[in-house]
């Protein structure tokens, strides 16, 4: 498992596995996967803890559950592998770049490794659901193991912007130490909420001017 994530994350995702309680989530899991089809394959749940080491963190986009159709979730939030359709909500987060970000171009995909590779950590509240069956493995467990990376973060990095879109993600301001890190939220960028104040908050515009502040390289939200 632990060849599954960047190893400087050992010290705070090694304990957590040895948990009665990720014991478990494990068993769990382990159990739909023999009896449904589940989402993301086992090698890339933790993917976006492979993709962006703990050292070199600047910015945290949460979601809230894994894409549920087949071939979408690939163990990054709101991003897609190359081929397949750009879901709904990427495409308003896609919008709102092409306003906020000077020169940005609509990609026509949706694949945002380039995000992780930079240091945006893109990682869901549960790591993996039934297929064609939302929020199927909410509160089994997933929570409390992303709870306590958010608090992991909170506490052992310096100068982190977090993007917390709708309520769901916005609870999760209370994990983290605002007197260190940002904290930008907004309503979800879904359809159904998109023109309620996600459009317009230019939180990567934000985000990059808070990392220059402190030193930091700007991310290129260019994919």
């Not at 976006?48 to 080491?53: G, M, N, R, S, Y």
């Not at 970000?101 to 995000?115: A, E, S, V």
């Not at 310096?158 to 907004?186: P, R």
């Amino acid at each position: 498992m632990s060849d599954r994530f960047d190893p400087s994350w050992d010290s705070i995702i090694k304990p957590l596995f040895q948990s009665e309680k990720m014991q478990a989530l494990s068993a769990f899991v382990q159990a739909e996967r023999g009896t449904f089809q589940v989402f993301p394959p086992t090698d890339l749940v933790f993917h976006a803890f492979q993709l962006t080491p703990l050292d070199k963190l600047k910015v945290v986009i949460l979601g809230q559950d894994p894409y549920h159709n087949h071939g979408q979730a690939h163990g990054l939030s709101f991003s897609v592998p190359e081929g397949m359709a750009i879901p709904p909500s990427l495409r308003n987060i896609y919008s709102e770049l092409s306003t906020d970000i000077q020169g940005f171009q609509i990609p026509n995909h949706g694949n945002l490794t380039k995000w992780a590779e930079q240091g945006v950590l893109l990682f869901n509240a549960t790591l993996t659901v039934r297929a064609h069956e939302a929020g199927s493995h909410q509160k089994k467990g997933w929570e409390m193991f992303t709870d306590e990376i958010i608090k992991a973060i909170s506490y052992n990095c310096e100068h982190v912007v977090f993007l917390l879109w709708g309520s769901y993600a916005i609870k999760k301001s209370s994990l983290i130490d605002s007197s260190k890190h940002l904290i930008l939220t907004s309503v979800h960028p879904s359809p159904l909420s998109v023109y309620r104040g996600f459009y317009g908050c230019r939180h990567f515009s934000k985000a990059n001017d808070f990392l220059i502040s402190k030193g930091e390289q700007p991310i290129d939200w260019q994919v």
